[in-house]
């Protein structure tokens, strides 16, 4: 379920998750069909999960964690987020996040410009030092 023209609000309680990557799960809930500048997401990364080291070329990253806590590295800085923390990722910056707790890590991702199936996303073996 995602916000539409005709339904503005969403309540996270009713998150649709789908496997983004392995073991990673997202629900879209705002698209660039409705927001012009941003996109918004809800991940979930379940205990003992991690994400693939990867940047985005063109998008900007807002991530605020609604539940658990995780590692995140962004540009090889370690940063320890936990339920209301904020973390801004810069485009190009080589980022993952690490579960390493008993308890699911969720937060929303405000991208912008808003992510796309187009959006240049590397992984850390295709970046070029």
Not at 107 to 115: I, N
């Amino acid at each position: 379920m995602e916000i539409t023209l005709d339904n503005l609000s969403f309540d996270l309680n009713n998150v649709k998750f789908s496997k983004f990557e392995e073991g990673v799960l997202w629900d879209r809930i705002l698209t660039e069909n409705i927001a012009s500048r941003f996109s918004l997401d809800v991940i979930r990364i379940p205990p003992g999960t991690e994400t693939v080291s990867h940047i985005h070329d063109n998008s900007e990253e807002l991530y605020v964690v609604t539940a658990g806590e995780a590692e995140v590295w962004v540009s090889k800085k370690k940063y320890l987020l936990k339920k209301g923390n904020l973390l801004f990722i810069p485009k190009k910056s080589l980022h993952t996040i690490i579960n390493k707790m008993d308890t699911n890590f969720e937060f929303l991702v405000f991208t912008s410009p808003p992510y796309t199936k187009d959006d240049d996303c590397k992984t850390e073996s295709e970046v070029v030092e």
